[in-house]
């Protein structure tokens, strides 16, 4: 039962982050409303688990070693996140970029830190499930997080949370590898051609989305399927789509699907008037 509830849940914090992610181009903003959206799912995974207790052991396992910390993770993540880009420095490229490659180091420490637990993960152990992942056990040898005495003891065993730490920052490092690859790139092309120096998309990701699905109806680029074009896009205009293909429903589901190409419609007749005119 908390599992298919638990995968519905899931799927509607997932659907709310991505719509988030073509609402708000803010990033900072997109990241403090992102954290207040994992809180509010949190908050119902942790009201559901104490109105339908795990009934068996494994459950109880499965519950805290795969569920809980899979919605942990997205918060922790997203607050790391958020740090991260209020403290990033200003300057160019390199000055960002170095920055990231501090913090990748600072999440390598934290690896390195917790290496026992850590490979027990990546390894997919389960030989200590019933002392990390099971409520009310605590073996100082096994190195608990120290704040599960402060943590509801009905929702949180010694290992939870500090899983959803790993796979946060598992999260974070491929973030900010992605990040820095972005700018080297752009630096790149800056030095090919100065020329190309502010191309990049400034209408909004829901704008460039209607036009995608557009090229692609239209085989603007032939026959090329859609992952290829929206890697191509993200490519050319620097810009991260996310999760592109479950906006498709939301996209069409607005009162005006095809809002931007409206917009762009009635810009192209207005000049076209004025040309006229003249």
């Known amino acids: 039962m908390i599992s298919k509830f638990s995968d519905r849940l899931y799927a509607d914090l997932n659907k709310d982050l991505n719509a988030l992610a073509l609402e708000e181009d803010l990033m900072v903003k997109r990241l403090e409303k992102s954290i207040h ?26 519950f805290f070693k795969q569920i809980k910390p899979k919605f942990k993770c997205q918060l922790i993540f997203y607050q790391s996140l958020l740090n991260i880009e209020i403290r990033k420095p200003i300057g160019d490229g390199k000055v960002v970029a170095d920055y990231y490659g501090n913090e990748i180091n600072i999440l ?9 637990f850590y490979q027990y993960v990546r390894t997919q152990g389960a030989y200590l499930d019933e002392y990390y992942f099971v409520r009310g056990n605590y073996d100082v040898h096994l190195d608990p997080d120290q704040c599960v005495i402060d943590f509801d003891p009905a ?10 730490q790993v796979l946060a920052s598992v999260l974070l490092e491929e973030h900010l590898v992605q990040s ?8 790149a092309i800056v030095k090919i051609d100065a020329e190309f120096k502010d191309f990049d998309w400034k209408q909004t990701k829901v704008a460039l989305i209607e036009l995608i699905y557009s090229w692609h109806a239209t085989e603007a680029f032939g026959k090329k399927n859609l992952k290829s074009i929206v890697k191509f896009i993200e490519r050319a205009f620097n810009i991260s789509l996310g999760n592109f293909y479950d906006t498709y429903d939301w996209l069409c589901g ?17 000049r076209l008037q004025k040309k006229l005119k003249y």
């Open 180 to 187: 820095i690859a972005k700018i080297n790139q752009k630096e």
């Open 108 to 116: 390598n420490h934290f690896f390195t830190s917790n290496l026992t």
């Open 37 to 62: 959206v994992c809180l509010k799912y949190l908050r119902k995974l942790k009201d559901y688990c104490k109105l339908n207790d795990p009934a068996t052991r494994e459950e109880e396992i499965r």
């Open 155 to 164: 929702f949180s065993t010694t290992h939870d949370h500090k899983l959803a």
């Open 254 to 270: 607005r009162p005006c699907p095809t809002s931007y190409i409206d917009e762009m419609k009635e810009a192209f007749l207005t």
